[in-house]
C-alpha cells in the first residue's frame, strides 16, 4: 500500500457554526434525487407485477373455464347419446311386438319376453351411463333390467328404489305418466342394497306418446359418473362443482352440498357465456349454462389457489423490492454524502473568504456559479493586469541584475522563470550604457518628455539592429539607457574577435541611424565581458567606469571599458562585489566565491600595478570582510565559527601573491566548508528523524506526509524533497520497504495469518498487503511462507 502524500488541512480556527453535510440542502437535493431515480424502476416493478398477476389469473380462469366447459360438452353429448338409445328402444321391432302383444292374464309369452329382453339387455355396454336402466311393459306389468325380467314391478321395487318414494307414488309418477326426454334432480337411491344419487331419464315408449303410452324406459345415471368429469377441476385447484338443473335442482356435485351452494345466490348465467364472479374475497366461481338441456354448471376455486403462482411472483417482488428500496437508500445516502461533501467544502470555503458567512440561499449551485464567475472574472481581470505590469516587472528585474540587488543565484533564476519574456538564452554577454548627449544640468518639463521621446527612438532604433543578441533594455536616467547583451543559442564566448567587432559595428550602426533620421547624439559605453549571471553587476559597474570616463574624451562615441585608464593609486574592491562574495559565502557556493575572488585578483594586480600601501589597504579589507562573515548567521553560533575567527586574525599579507591567494582561498574554503557541513549535520538529523519515526509509526495505516511534517517539524513538501535527495528514494517506497521487512519477519516467527499480518504492518487490506508484498518480494506471502518453512 503506496503512502498517502496528500497534504492535510489545517482545522480552521473559524468557531463559527457549520452546516452538517448531512444535514445540508446540496445532500437533500443530492438524496431526493437519487431517491426518486430509485422509485422509477421500483415502480416499474409493481406495474409489471400487476400486469402478470393479471395475465395468472386470466390464464388460470380461461384453463378453468375451458375444463367447465369441457366437462359439459362431454356430458351433453352423453346426455344426447342417452336420447338416441331411447329412441332406438322405441324402434326395437322385438321390442315394440312385446308391447303391442295382447296378453292374457293367465299366460305369459314367454319366448317373446325373453327374446326382447336380449335385444335389449345389450344396450348396458354401449354407455356408462345406461349400466343401470330399466323398460316397463304396460301390457305384461314386467320390468325389463339388463340382469334379467321381473314379472312382478313390486320384486323390482324390492331391490331397486328411491329411498325416499313409496312404491304406489313411484308407479303413478314413473310408471303411470307420459314422459316425453324428462330428468328427474338428483335422488337417494338404493341399488340392490348399495346407496347411491341418481338422476333419472324417462322417456315413454313409443317415442311419439301423448296420451297413452305402451311403456317407460327408465335410465338411472349414478352422481358418480357425472362426477367423474368434472373432478379435474376440483382436483387440480382444490375447489368444489355443482351440476343443477333448468329448475334449480341438483344434477351432480362434488365438493359442496346443496345448503352450501344455494347460500351463494349464484345468478343464472348466459347460454354459452361463461361467468366469473368472486364470492366473499374467497371464491372465485365460474359459471355456464348448457345451451342442450338448459343444465347449469358451476365450479368455486379457492382465490389463494388460482392465484398462487401471482402470490409467489407478489412475494419475489416485495421481497426484492424491499431489499432493493433498502440498499437504495442506503446507497443513495452514501452518493449523496460523497458528492455533497465537496461541493458544501467548496461553498464553505466561498463563504468564509467571500465574507458570506451568514449566507443561506436555496441553491448552493447558484452561490458556488455566481462566485465562480466571479472569481474567474476577477483571474481574468488579474491576468489582464499583470500582463499590463509585465513589463515594469521585466524593465525592474533588469534593474536589480544590473545594479546586483539579488542575494544569491537561485533567486534571480527564480525571477526570471516567472518572467518568461526574459528567458536568457545564455549567461555570457556585455552589458552597455546609452547616453543622450545634450542635455546634461538641464531640467524642465519640456525637456524631460523630450528625452522620454528620445529614449523611446533610441530603444527602437536599437531592437532593429539587435540582430543575433538577445536583448534587454531598461532606463537608468532621464538621459541614459542600460544594456543587456547575451549570446544566443549558437554562440559560447563573448570575447571573440567576431563578437567584439560585431557589437561594436552594432553600435556605430545605431549611432548614424538616430543621428541621420532623429538627430540624437549619444555615446555609447561598454562593460568588459561577462559569463555568469552574478557577474553582470560588475560589468555594468565597467561599464559606468566608462561612461565616467568618456567625460574626459568628448570626441569619443563608444568607448570599451577595457580601453579606460587604469588607476594604479586606488585598489579596486566595490561594494556590490563584496556583498556578493558575502552572499556567495553564507549559502557555501564555493564556486561562486572562487569566481568573484579571482576577478578581484584580477583587477588589482593585473589591470592595475598598486603601491604597497594601497595592497595593505585592500588585504585589510578583506580582513574586514571575513569579520563581517563572523557577524552573520549561522557564523554567530559558536559550534559553527570555533577555529575560523583565530584563522583571520592570523592572516598575514604575504610577499608572493600567489600564497596570499592561497591563504585567503583557504580561509574562503573554510568558511564554505563550515556552512556544508552544518547542512548536511542538519540534513543528516532531519533524515534520522523521518526513518526513526517510520521505523517505530509502520504499522499506521494513516501514515501520511502530515504525520511526519508534525513529527519532525518540517513542511511536508520539504520532506519530500529531502528525503529523496539525500536517500534515492521516495517516502513511501522507504515506508512500504519497512513494510514488508517487518512482514517477512512476523511469516518465519509466527502463525498469524496473512490478514492479522497486514494489520500488523499497517495495511487496511489483506489485498493491498498481497499486491505490496509481491511487488517488493516477488512472491506472495503464502508462497513466501511455504519456501521459508
Same mark, same amino acid.
Given at each position: ?18 452546516? *452538517? ?22 415502480? /416499474? ?55 303391442? +302383444? ?42 325389463? /333390467? ?35 326426454? +324428462? ?16 338422476? /333419472? ?75 366469473? =364472479?368472486?364470492?366473499?374475497? *374467497? ?40 431489499? =432493493? ?134 530603444? !527602437? ?23 543587456? @547583451? ?91 562585489? +563584496? ?20 576577478? @578581484? ?34 557564523? =554567530? ?45 542538519? /540534513? ?32 511536508? !513538501? ?72
Amino acid at each position: 500500500m503506496k503512502l498517502m502524500l496528500n497534504p492535510r488541512r489545517h482545522a480552521s480556527t473559524n468557531h463559527k457554526p457549520k452546516i *452538517k453535510p448531512i444535514h445540508s440542502p446540496i445532500f437533500r437535493s443530492f438524496l431526493i434525487s437519487y431517491v426518486l431515480i430509485l422509485i422509477i424502476p421500483m415502480l /416499474t416493478g409493481f406495474i409489471s407485477y400487476y400486469v402478470s398477476a393479471g395475465i395468472i389469473k386470466s390464464s388460470s380462469l380461461e384453463a378453468s373455464t375451458m375444463l367447465l366447459n369441457q366437462s359439459k360438452d362431454v356430458l351433453d353429448r352423453r346426455m344426447e347419446e342417452v336420447e338416441n338409445i331411447t329412441r332406438q328402444l322405441s324402434l326395437d321391432q322385438e321390442l315394440n311386438y312385446v308391447l303391442n +302383444e295382447q296378453v292374457d292374464t293367465d299366460s305369459y309369452n314367454v319366448y317373446a319376453l325373453w327374446k326382447s329382453w336380449r335385444n335389449t339387455a345389450a344396450y348396458s355396454l354401449t354407455n356408462t351411463f345406461l349400466e343401470d336402466f330399466y323398460i316397463y311393459l304396460n301390457n305384461y306389468h314386467a320390468v325389463f /333390467t339388463p340382469s334379467g325380467v321381473f314379472v312382478r314391478p313390486d320384486d323390482f321395487f324390492d331391490l331397486y328404489h328411491y329411498q325416499n318414494v313409496e312404491p304406489k307414488q313411484w308407479k303413478e309418477q314413473i310408471l303411470g305418466k307420459i314422459h316425453r326426454r +324428462e330428468t328427474l334432480p338428483l335422488q337417494p337411491y338404493n341399488n340392490n342394497g348399495k346407496k347411491t344419487n341418481v338422476i /333419472t331419464y324417462l322417456q315413454s315408449i313409443p317415442f311419439d306418446s301423448f296420451q297413452h303410452s305402451l311403456g317407460t324406459v327408465v335410465i338411472l345415471i349414478d352422481e358418480s359418473e357425472i362426477v367423474k368429469m368434472l373432478e379435474r377441476i376440483p382436483q387440480q385447484y382444490g375447489g368444489w362443482a355443482y351440476i343443477s338443473d333448468k329448475d334449480g335442482n341438483a344434477i351432480a356435485r362434488i365438493g359442496i352440498d346443496d345448503t352450501q351452494f344455494h347460500a351463494l345466490n349464484i345468478p343464472e348465467p348466459n347460454l354459452n357465456q361463461p361467468s366469473s =364472479t368472486l364470492v366473499a374475497d *374467497k371464491t372465485l366461481l365460474i359459471s355456464s349454462r348448457s345451451a342442450y338441456n338448459g343444465w347449469t354448471y358451476v365450479v368455486g376455486l379457492p382465490k389463494s389457489v388460482v392465484m398462487q403462482q401471482s402470490a409467489f411472483i407478489a412475494k419475489v417482488t416485495w421481497t426484492i423490492t424491499a431489499s =432493493t428500496l433498502l440498499l437504495g437508500i442506503v446507497a443513495a445516502l452514501l452518493f449523496a454524502y460523497r458528492n455533497s461533501a465537496p461541493i458544501n467544502r467548496i461553498v464553505t470555503v466561498f463563504r468564509e473568504q467571500t465574507g458570506q458567512g451568514g449566507y443561506r440561499g436555496k441553491n448552493a449551485f447558484d452561490f458556488l456559479q455566481g462566485n465562480i464567475s466571479n472569481l474567474l472574472a476577477s483571474q481574468r481581470s488579474l491576468e489582464e493586469e499583470l500582463k499590463r505590469q509585465l513589463p515594469l516587472l521585466e524593465d525592474a528585474f533588469v534593474k536589480r541584475l544590473l545594479k546586483g540587488e539579488f542575494d544569491s543565484l537561485q533567486e534571480v533564476r527564480t525571477s526570471m522563470y516567472l518572467l518568461p519574456n526574459l528567458n536568457l538564452k545564455s549567461e555570457a554577454g556585455y552589458t552597455a550604457i546609452i547616453r543622450i548627449n545634450g542635455y546634461s544640468g538641464v531640467v524642465s518639463k519640456e525637456i524631460i518628455r523630450e528625452l522620454n521621446a528620445a529614449r523611446w527612438l533610441v530603444k !527602437k532604433c536599437l531592437l532593429e539592429e539587435a540582430g543575433a543578441w538577445q536583448l534587454s533594455v531598461t532606463d537608468i536616467d532621464s538621459d541614459k539607457i542600460g544594456l543587456l @547583451l547575451t549570446l544566443g543559442e549558437e554562440e559560447t564566448d563573448p570575447d571573440s574577435p567576431d563578437m567584439a567587432s560585431g557589437i561594436e559595428a552594432m553600435f556605430a550602426r545605431l549611432r548614424e541611424e538616430v543621428k541621420e533620421e532623429y538627430r540624437i547624439q549619444i555615446t555609447v559605453a561598454l562593460g568588459g565581458s561577462f559569463d555568469a549571471l552574478s557577474d553582470i553587476s560588475r560589468s555594468f559597474e565597467e561599464a559606468k567606469g566608462a561612461l565616467d570616463y568618456s567625460m574626459l574624451r568628448e570626441e569619443e562615441a563608444f568607448i570599451r571599458y577595457r580601453d579606460v585608464i587604469k588607476e594604479s593609486t586606488s585598489y579596486y574592491y566595490p561594494i556590490d562585489m +563584496e556583498l556578493r562574495m558575502l552572499n556567495a559565502v553564507k549559502i557555501g557556493e564555493l564556486q561562486e566565491v572562487h569566481r568573484i575572488f579571482e576577478q @578581484l585578483l584580477e583587477h588589482n594586480f593585473s589591470e592595475r600595478q598598486l603601491s604597497a600601501e594601497m595592497v595593505q589597504q585592500l588585504f585589510g579589507e578583506l580582513k574586514g570582510t571575513f569579520f563581517k562573515l563572523l557577524q552573520h548567521s549561522p557564523f =554567530t553560533d559558536q559550534s559553527v565559527s570555533q577555529g575560523l575567527k583565530a584563522r583571520v586574525e592570523q592572516l598575514q599579507l604575504s610577499t608572493s601573491l600567489e600564497r596570499f591567494r592561497n591563504e585567503v582561498l583557504g580561509l574562503l574554503e573554510a568558511f564554505c566548508s563550515r556552512v556544508l557541513k552544518m547542512k548536511e549535520d542538519s /540534513t543528516g538529523e532531519m533524515i534520522g528523524k523521518i526513518i526513526a519515526y517510520l521505523d517505530n509509526h509502520y504499522s499506521d495505516a494513516d501514515m501520511n506526509l502530515y504525520k511526519i511534517s508534525l513529527a519532525v517539524e518540517l513542511p511536508e !513538501k520539504s520532506i519530500s524533497q529531502l528525503f529523496k535527495e539525500q536517500t534515492g528514494e521516495h517516502v513511501s517506497d522507504y515506508l512500504e520497504k519497512i513494510r514488508i521487512k517487518n512482514a517477512t519477519d512476523y511469516l518465519f516467527n509466527s502463525e498469524h495469518t496473512i490478514d492479522e499480518i497486514s494489520q500488523y504492518v499497517g495495511y487496511n487490506s489483506a489485498h493491498a498487503f498481497r499486491r505490496a508484498f509481491k511487488r517488493v518480494s516477488g512472491v506472495s506471502p503464502s508462497i513466501y511462507r511455504k519456501t521459508v518453512n
